[in-house]
């Protein structure tokens, strides 16, 4: 089914009855020419450029649960190309150019907002680390501007300008930043791929990977078996368990993320804005919510859900930046599971195994990738060559120490 406002009236005007589920439900079959394990975003978005890009359509999505129940539908949404390190810009930069076209390219409203980011800071050296960060992303072509006290408060009069410890002295304005509606992109990128051909398999989960002499040849599933010459690793904050299934050890931890929001309001914060001091990030919903979150629960962990010390520090966090927020009431809060590398960038790379990918190590940054993440792993899986905005993106740079390191904080995954 094709979307259009003809469509949308004509449903509205005859009861609304000739809406068609948006994909199908099919059973797996014995065999594809490439399987992808894990329906997230960057699943999904992988399957939609191999049939896009490189017109692979026999492939199936298999997902343990049900398309968007993981980090894709879980995170804060906030979307921005803001890297400072020569691997991790390019590849951003490309992902919000692809954000820009996507609701028309998938046909499908992703609620794509670009309000703007702003990041603040509070110290002079803060703020030559935003300045320079500024001028890397203008030097890669995206915007940034930079702005004093006074320019913060023209845009949000509302912080908490006279508080003593954290003072607020300027922010990073990007204008190209901003959020879309998390499920949405999961529908819709799981809409365009199933009508150019791909199977959505939710409810079977992949228990075992098939090699044969150093190749891959398919997957065990909840389902059966499923025969395919390509397989993409694609499982965020389960990847360490499913890369155990073809013997290998990843460097990456799971931790847990929580997010929040508030009961509608009406509008009051009109940007992304994010506190220096301190883990805390706010934009709000166009259903009036304040959607925030902060730093990971500091343990490993795959519960998809969290705890109370981080809930009591994220509020804080808030109080101390906006008091105003002290008055919501939080409706809502949830957990993820992340995927931490030890220098906070990705993985897009090929495994020992031949035919066998992976693509993962998000951190809490993964949903604006989404776009350009499906892109490059679409590449490397039809051409067997990572794509060159994924080139930095290689699993032996932890051996190598060829490292990405975009906080400069070092190994450790609770850093990132
Ligand atoms: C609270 C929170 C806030 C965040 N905020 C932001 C943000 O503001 N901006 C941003 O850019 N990023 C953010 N992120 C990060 C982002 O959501 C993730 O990095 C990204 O969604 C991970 O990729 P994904 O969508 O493919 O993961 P997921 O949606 O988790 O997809 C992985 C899928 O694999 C499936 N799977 C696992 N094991 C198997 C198996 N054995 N067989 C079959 N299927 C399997 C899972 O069920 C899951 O559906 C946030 C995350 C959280 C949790």
Redo the contacts with the bound molecule.
Sequence with gaps: MHYSGLKVITEGLFGNKGWKPVWRNPAPKAQYDAVI????????STAYYLARNHGLTNVAV????Y??????????????ANYFLPGNQEFYSHSLKLWEGLEADLNYNVMHSQRGLINLFHSDAQRDAFARRGNAMISQGDDAELLDREGVRRYLPYLDFEQARFPIHGGLLHRRGGTAR?DAV?WGYARAADRRGVDLIQN????GIDIENGKVTGVQ?TRGAIRAAKVGM?????SG??AAMAGMRLPVESH????FVTEGLKPVIDHVVSFGMGHF?ISQSDKGGLVF?GDLDFYASYAQRGNLPMVEHVMEAGMTLMPMIGKARVLRS??????MTPDGSPIIDRTHVEGLYLDCG?????????PA?GWCMAHLMATDQSHDFARRFRLDRFATGDLLDEEGTGSQHNLH
């Design positions: 394990i894990g329906g997230g975003g960057h699943g999904l298999l997902e343990k649960g398309l968007g129940g993981g980090n894709v539908g879980r995170n804060t949404t906030i979307v921005r998390h999961a079977c989960e992949v228990t599933t694609i499982v965020a904050g389960r368990q499913v847990v993320l929580q997010a990030y979150g949830w957990g993820g599971i992340m995927d998000w951190n809490y940054g993964g949903f604006k990738a989404v993440s």
